[in-house]
């Protein structure tokens, strides 16, 4: 049992000294979650009276990064240049066709106070 210890601890020891990082884990991750749906307004930075995404570049990074997942990056980025406009705290955020072109493109809507996406969709 003490050999198992021991080399328990010294494989713990250079596992992080590999990664020179420390690992909080899934644990502590669940907690932290669990206390923010309780007590949403608690220890938080965000003030929900300012925006956390203010700019359309931010936005779009945003927008691209969810939008790639669902359609596909080659066929988001076909959609460039984006438009992107900030309209009562909500960046809405639209794909482009070359003129004559058919199909759809994408919108998507986030909020920019909490960068909630209250709606995504994509024309054919």
């Known amino acids: 049992m003490k050999y198992l210890l021991v080399f328990f601890f010294a494989f713990t020891i250079n596992s992080l000294a590999q990664n020179n990082r420390i690992v909080l884990g899934e644990k502590y991750a669940k907690e932290e979650l669990d206390n923010a749906l309780v007590k949403k307004d608690r220890y938080n930075l965000i003030d929900q009276n300012e925006l956390i995404i203010k700019s359309g570049d931010s936005a779009i990074k945003i927008a691209e990064s969810i939008l790639f997942d669902i359609f596909g990056k080659s066929n988001i980025e076909e959609q460039k240049p984006y438009e992107n406009y900030l309209i009562n705290n909500y960046w809405v955020v639209l794909g482009t066709l070359p003129k004559g072109s058919k199909g759809g493109t994408f919108l998507i809507i986030i ?14």
């Open 111 to 124: 909020d920019a106070k909490t960068a909630q996406v209250l709606k995504i969709t994509h024309g054919k």
